[in-house]
């Protein structure tokens, strides 16, 4: 007899449904269960106007419409992967560089097609004009750039007596960048803006500050104070000082004031620098150093201006075919003198040749101080066509000094062999053509002379020069020439394996101070980003309202490039990858691989 259930609704449990059988030929996608509830996020699209408005306008979301994998909006990968395993993902992944297949999480960023824009946001951009990086950019009183002109103005000396000193001091504060040097014991070596009499406060109170630290003996590297960073050096008996207001980071000032410091032991070399304080810790340095404030102004003003060979740590190569540049470097070991050490042919700021010894090789920090000393202050070239001066290179060794014998071409067409006290008349710095030899041994100069002369009838003979001339003239190259169609506005392109780096032509876009300036401050933004420390980025991609870059970073090369702020992902990505593509295939032409050896 069947036994009723315990009363009390508490203990009483339903039987169960039989569960359905699965050994007949039922389709198991019957089985799952299909989403009741959508969520439909939207996401506000800005678009830039020619005549500077805005207008946003809503797009549906990334996960707007839950779809299958195969409808193309599936994250890339995730459904084949966990069928056809850990091969079939990585195969799947889209690489742009020619040398270096990117990660899955890169991948993803650069070719997924998760932010997909809808039909009238193209159809928006398709009828909006092609607006350029910074075009949108209104000037007003809180842009630091508006009077970007006046920062390299002189300001009134002691002798002017039609500002007082609280207006000359007010004018100082004005200027977004300074660099101060003073020694240990609180003497002003030197500044960028001001005489040192008027900034004398100034420096002590600084001096004070780094004083405080190091007597605590936590050296100061650094502080803000408002809108302003202080980056504090220290070298020896020097202390070296940068304040900036145009976002740059600590390592790039540092490695500004390490420039500097550079320029110094140029002139003096280490040892006597630490013979003179050794004596006297409070002797006036500004005396030994009389006369190179040209060369420091110089220096200083590019960094302020947004240096490209400063913020990569490399050096710009005139672009030339691999046989014109093999036979250049053949004349020159050919005819080279056995008293020589380094030999340059350098053009417009850009380096043509270099013959070296073979287990040496000069550092792209000492080249820039001579490419500063020939082509940014007036001092070499106002000396005559041939110049003998003696050089510390403190990579190479700053125990010592080094001899060069400089020596630049006037470019006549019918005279090529020539040397002139600086460029044929309207010739372009770009153009200017130096030949440079150093030697170990103080009395080379007519060794060095002599063969100066051979070399440069050999190039008129050949026709060299000629081709350096037009190759100096031609320019950087242009991104529609690289790139058709692309809409970048600007790269830099560094490899690391030959510490050179090559760069887009600056027109039209940016051959204005200003736009220098903001087209810089970008590269600076970016290069800070992704070598900050424990970063570990490998592709930045920005957004901002007056323009779009990108920072790709491989082992191999250092990629940025700016582009227009309507300008998309996929679209600065494409562009990105031509001219990766473009710079390997075009490696030995935009860079010297070995130069010449022997």
């Not at 990086?133 to 630091?144: C, E, G, K, L, V």
């Not at 977004?176 to 109170?205: E, F, M, T």
């Amino acid at each position: 007899m069947r036994e009723e259930p315990v009363s009390g609704d508490d203990h009483y449990r339903p039987p169960l449904p039989p569960r359905p059988s699965t050994s007949g030929g039922s389709d198991p996608k019957a089985l799952q269960a299909q989403a009741t509830t959508a969520i439909t996020p939207v996401e506000i699209q800005t678009l830039s106007f020619p005549d500077g408005s805005r207008g946003t306008f809503p797009t549906p979301g990334p996960d707007s419409i839950p779809s299958p994998a195969n409808s193309g909006h599936a994250t890339p990968n995730r459904q084949e992967a966990s069928i056809t395993g850990e091969a079939d993902e990585t195969a799947s992944i889209m690489s742009f560089a020619p040398t270096m297949r990117p990660a899955g999480d890169i991948a993803s960023l650069l070719v997924g097609e998760i932010h997909k824009k809808s039909a009238a946001w193209n159809m928006l951009r398709s009828q909006s004009a092609t607006i350029q990086p910074f075009d949108t950019t209104r000037i007003s009183a809180d842009d630091r750039l508006a009077d970007f002109d006046e920062e390299f103005k002189e300001l009134p000396d002691e002798m002017n007596t039609d500002f007082e000193d609280d207006e000359k001091l007010s004018m100082w504060k004005s200027k977004l960048k300074h660099y101060l040097i003073l020694s240990s014991a609180g003497k002003p070596i030197w500044s960028r803006h001001g005489s040192l009499s008027l900034i004398n406060s100034s420096i002590g109170v600084v001096q004070t500050i780094i004083s405080f630290y190091e007597g605590a003996q936590n050296p100061l590297q650094g502080f803000t104070a408002g809108d302003t960073r202080f980056v504090i050096v220290t070298e020896g008996p020097l202390y070296l000082v940068a304040i900036s207001k145009l976002s740059e980071s600590d390592s790039q000032l540092r490695a500004q004031l390490e420039a500097l410091y550079m320029q110094i032991l140029s002139t003096l070399t280490l040892p006597k620098l630490k013979t003179i304080f050794a004596h006297r810790p409070s002797t006036d340095l500004s005396k030994p150093l009389q006369g190179t404030e040209s060369l420091l102004s110089s220096l200083t003003d590019t960094f302020t201006k947004g240096s490209p060979s400063a913020l990569l740590g490399s050096l710009e190569c005139l672009k030339l075919r691999k046989s014109q540049r093999h036979a250049i470097n053949n004349t020159f070991l050919k005819l080279r003198s056995d008293k020589l050490l380094y030999g340059l042919i350098v053009a417009g700021g850009k380096l043509v040749s270099v013959i070296r010894p073979r287990r040496h090789s000069l550092h792209p920090s000492d080249l820039q101080l001579i490419f500063n000393m020939l082509f940014e202050s007036e001092g070499i070239k106002g000396g005559g066509g041939e110049n003998w001066i003696p050089l510390c290179l403190p990579a190479f060794n700053n125990k010592g000094y080094l001899y060069m014998y400089v020596s630049f071409f006037d470019g006549t067409p019918g005279e090529q062999a020539t040397s002139s006290p600086a460029t044929a008349e309207g010739a372009s710095t770009k153009e200017e053509i130096a030949m440079i030899l150093i030697s170990t041994d103080r009395e080379s100069f007519f060794e060095l002379k002599q063969m100066r002369e051979n070399v440069a009838q050999q190039f008129a003979k050949n026709g060299t020069l000629t081709i350096i001339q037009d190759a100096a003239r031609a320019g950087r190259p242009k991104v529609y020439e690289i790139a058709p169609g692309s809409q970048v506005s600007h790269f830099l392109y560094k490899s690391r394996a030959n510490v050179q780096f090559c760069m887009s032509s600056l027109e039209p876009t940016f051959t204005g101070l200003v736009d220098r300036r903001r087209l810089m401050t970008v590269y600076h933004e970016l290069h800070a980003s992704v070598h900050r420390k424990h970063s570990h980025l490998k592709v930045l991609h920005s957004v901002g309202d007056d323009a779009t870059s990108l920072a790709w970073i491989t082992p191999v090369f250092e990629f940025y490039c700016v582009a227009g702020p309507n300008v998309s992902r996929a679209t600065i990505t494409q562009g990105a990858n031509k001219i990766i593509h473009w710079a390997k295939r075009e490696e030995e032409r935009l860079f010297i691989i070995g130069g010449g050896v022997f």
